[in-house]
């Protein structure tokens, strides 16, 4: 940036979508009538930062400027939002009136809110700020905050107050991991031990989690579907350092506490079944995130699955498709992340006891059959597994009981995925090598079936008239459980447990 005898510039930023996107705040002076004006497409919230900046000024100690002020934000084609624009202004008008030391100005990214008494506050999205003062190779200064984490291989700093800046930025800056911290409000760690009665569903969960397979649980109210559901975060590995940067975009952006994805882990999300289409896939103005953003690298837990709308579970076969999710909007498009692994639940009819040893179903059939439809709706190929859930018996329940743990299945999760990363790498040099050419049965070679794997396949299939979709989602069922097990072919034992975990599909799902 630079400065000349009638303006100053400095380096600032707005968000847009999960992304900061650089800003330059220009401000000039002219003799004409005192005031403060703001050009550059800048929204109500920017333009709210002029009565922000003269009381912030004021109580600084620092003089208003008698002088016409005009502030451009470029590039002037792009809307800016936010109130993170308040500090840069106000040094930028500082600096071109000689009011505060010039140098290390140019080599910081200033983003952050002005109180009216001259304090300085932190905003949504201060890792993706981050983010992009270290591709410009610039520190980043913000506000004072309790929420503020700084971002390794991010040079950081906070500014307190703005009377702070009267020796210069390298006095006034203070280390964000300085001042009072508020602690982070963790999850309780749930354990699948506290869950009795359900081993065979917990069998099911650690293979949809080897896979990261699509999960649909159907049982009676109180059959511990939701208490299933919230533990599989806990068997999953570590997120990855690409998903883990841009989860905490996400969260940081919408204002969502982070300290968990920053010690590892992946996030789980359940919205209410009430939830409207933006508020699931992301939308708004100014666009926002959604929720499927906010499961990106975890878990999207819908919890009576039945009752979401059928239009707002469309929108999900694009983003379980594609990772991300696209929004079109008259000021152009927006690519959020979204690779998330999808846990649904629901109830077998509307009253929820169809089928129960102990209580009678009250619904008609007719509600029972428009109800199987919608379980059979627009999610239903992208679901692999169905488990049905039972209610455990009431006297195991006041016993006690001891079943698999969270750790017992974790260990089972990282063998089967540590399998399957070996036998991909090794499948990889064997096709480099010129292996065998693959066969027609394209499915049979891709997941390496054996001869009895292959038999009992097209026995399952012509009994349960499977299509080729689902002949290709039995193999990736099998082969799973198969990497579990640590065996490089799929046999029949393996399509067989497929089979029961593969459910029936159609209007026959539940």
């Known amino acids: 940036m630079g400065a000349s005898s009638t303006t100053f510039s400095v380096h600032a930023a707005c968000i847009r979508g999960v992304e900061a996107f650089s800003v330059t705040v220009e401000v000039s002076a002219s003799g004409s009538i005192p005031g403060l004006s703001i050009v550059g497409m800048a929204d109500a919230a920017v333009l709210e930062a002029r009565s922000r900046i003269r009381c912030a000024l004021r109580s600084g100690g ?4 008698r002088s016409a002020l005009t502030v451009s934000l470029a590039p002037g084609d792009i809307r800016k939002t936010g109130s993170g624009l308040d500090l840069p202004i106000a040094l930028a008008i500082l600096a071109l009136s000689g009011q505060i030391p010039l140098k290390g100005l140019d080599d910081c990214l200033f983003v952050g809110e002005l109180g009216l008494d001259g304090s300085v506050s932190g905003c949504k999205g201060e890792i993706a700020y981050q983010v992009l003062a270290r591709d410009q190779g610039l520190s980043f200064v913000g506000g004072s905050s309790q929420a503020s984490v700084s971002l390794s291989g991010v040079r950081t700093g906070c500014i307190e107050h703005l009377e702070n800046m009267r020796l210069g930025v390298e006095a006034a800056l203070r280390p964000l991991s300085e001042g009072h911290v508020k602690p982070a409000r963790r999850r309780p760690i749930l354990d699948f031990g506290d869950v009795v009665g359900q081993e065979v569903a917990k069998r099911g969960i650690a293979v949809a989690a080897t ?14 579907k939701s208490m299933l559901a919230r533990r599989i975060t806990g068997i999953l590995p570590p997120i990855d350092e690409r998903e883990q940067q841009e989860a905490l975009c996400i969260h940081s952006v919408v204002g969502e506490p982070i300290e968990g994805i920053l010690e590892g882990e992946r996030p789980f999300r359940s919205p209410h079944h009430s939830i409207s289409t933006p508020g699931l896939v992301g939308g708004g103005r100014p666009v926002r995130p959604g929720e499927i ?3 990106h690298g975890g878990v999207l837990y819908l919890d009576e699955l039945a009752e979401f709308s059928n239009q707002t579970l469309q ?4 983003p379980l498709e594609d990772g991300s999710v696209r929004i079109v909007r008259v000021d152009g498009s927006y690519v959020f992340p979204a690779r998330f692994q999808l846990v649904a639940a ?3 009819c509307p009253c929820g006891y169809l089928g129960d040893r102990e209580i009678a179903c009250k619904c008609s059939d007719a509600s029972i059959e428009r109800y199987r439809a919608k379980l059979g709706g627009p999610l239903a190929d992208r679901i692999d597994l169905i488990l049905h859930i039972s209610r455990p018996d009431p006297e195991l329940i006041v016993q006690g009981g001891e079943g698999q743990t969270t750790a017992d299945l974790k260990e089972q999760v990282e063998r089967g995925r540590d399998f399957c990363a070996w036998r991909t790498r090794v499948q990889s040099i064997d096709d480099e090598d010129g292996g065998d050419e693959p066969s027609l049965d394209s499915a049979v070679s891709q997941y390496q079936l054996d001869e009895s794997g292959r038999t009992r396949l097209i026995d399952i299939s012509h009994r349960n008239n499977l299509t080729a979709r689902g002949i290709v989602r039995l193999c990736r069922i099998a082969r799973t459980i198969a990497d579990m097990a640590e065996s490089e072919r799929v046999g029949a034992i393996h399509v067989l447990e497929g089979a029961q975990l593969q459910g029936r599909r159609g209007n026959d799902c539940v």
Do not use: E, Y
């Open 293 to 295: 953003s906010l499961a």
């Open 346 to 348: 629901s109830n077998p």
């Open 211 to 224: 896979g990261g397979l699509g999960l649909l649980m159907v049982g009676s109210p109180g059959s511990g």
């Open 62 to 65: 620092f003089d208003v400027p």
């Open 315 to 318: 929108t999900l076969r694009q």
